[in-house]
C-alpha cells in the first residue's frame, strides 16, 4: 500500500558530506511529519531530526549546525544533507514518515529499510 525508501548513504572521509532522500510512495492522502534517525553497531536507534508537514524543523544535539533536513511535498519526500561528517556519525539511517493513508482514519508510522552511511577517519 505503502512504501518508504531512503537513498543516497555511502562512504565518505571525515569533513565531508552527504545528502540522503527519503520518498513515500503509495495510497497516500497525506503526509505529516517526517524524521531521519540512525542505529550504529550495538548502540540503540538514535532520533537525528524531523521535520512537519509545514515545514518546522527539530534537530538533535549531535547533529546541530552540522546536518539539515527539508522536505518537498509534492514529490512526498524528505531530504538530509548532512556537512561536516564525523566518524561518530557512522551508521544505518532510517526514515520515519507519518502517513495518513487514503481511507484511513489517521496517520500510522511507516518507516524505510534504511541507507547505511560510513565515515572514516
Known amino acids: 500500500q505503502v512504501q518508504v525508501v531512503e537513498s543516497g548513504g555511502g562512504l565518505v572521509q571525515a569533513g565531508g558530506s552527504l545528502r540522503l532522500s527519503c520518498e513515500a510512495s503509495?495510497?497516500?492522502?497525506?503526509?505529516?511529519?517526517m524524521d531521519w534517525y540512525r542505529q550504529a553497531p550495538g548502540k540503540q536507534r538514535e532520533w537525528v531530526a524531523g521535520i512537519a508537514r509545514g515545514g518546522s524543523t527539530r534537530y538533535g544535539d549531535s547533529v546541530k549546525g552540522r546536518f539539515t533536513i527539508s522536505r518537498d511535498n509534492a514529490k512526498n519526500t524528505v531530504y538530509l544533507q548532512m556537512n561536516s561528517l564525523k566518524p561518530e556519525d557512522t551508521a544505518v539511517y532510517y526514515c520515519?514518515?507519518?502517513?495518513?493513508?487514503?481511507?484511513?482514519?489517521?496517520?500510522?508510522?511507516?518507516w524505510g529499510q534504511g541507507t547505511q552511511v560510513t565515515v572514516s577517519s
Open positions: 520515519n514518515a507519518k502517513i495518513w493513508v487514503l481511507g484511513g482514519r489517521s496517520d500510522n508510522d511507516y
Open positions: 503509495g495510497r497516500i492522502f497525506r503526509l505529516n511529519d
